[in-house]
């Protein structure tokens, strides 16, 4: 997936900051093996002005959620910034065996083979609206996943926002019609 990270359409006036953190996402060449060419947005999230813009920008986007869903690992950053920006709760979705009570799990197939994803008991009521943010959109697997669990749950999934979208790998289209936003593109 080659090119340059753009500006992904945000029509928000933030186009000079969020060409700024465009510029910030790093490629690493053969990671997490050889031929594949990693995105990685930490120096984004360690970058005080740029990881304010993010914030503001995806915050923007919970509209009249009641919670932000933040998926692990990095969207459990962005979402936690986001919530207190946009005034919501945060809920973590995590990796299989990392809570103490468990509300539901979902498997899923990933392009190298699959995982589980759990939701913590007692954090998400029926009926919530809640808006799913996580730091890049590839196949959209983690992210439909995650969307699943919370409607299995009772929770209304009101969108999605990620901070980088790799638009080659069309993860929207797992989405459902859900609406999806991504500040960035490749």
Do not use: C, Q, W
């Amino acid at each position: 997936m080659s090119g340059p990270v753009t500006v992904a359409g945000a029509d928000t006036g933030s186009g000079p900051d969020l060409e700024r953190v465009a510029g910030l996402v790093r490629d690493v060449p053969d990671y997490p093996s050889p031929g594949i060419l990693f995105r990685d947005v930490t120096p984004v999230l360690a970058d005080a002005e740029a990881f304010t813009v993010v914030t503001t920008e995806l915050a923007a986007l919970v509209g009249e959620a009641d919670l932000v869903a933040g998926i692990e690992a990095r969207g459990f950053l962005l979402g936690a910034a986001v919530a207190v920006v946009a005034g919501t709760g945060v809920v973590p979705v995590r990796k299989a065996g990392k809570l103490p009570r468990v509300a539901a799990s979902r498997r899923y197939d990933l392009e190298y083979g699959s995982a589980t994803l759990e939701l913590p008991a007692d954090t998400v009521s029926p009926g919530a609206r809640v808006f799913l943010v996580d730091d890049v959109l590839a196949t959209g697997g983690t992210a439909a996943a995650s969307a699943d669990l919370l409607r299995e749950v009772g929770a209304t999934v009101v969108g999605f926002g990620a901070l980088l979208e790799l638009t080659a790998l069309n993860g929207r289209s797992r989405l459902d019609g859900l609406p999806v936003h991504a500040l960035l593109a490749v």
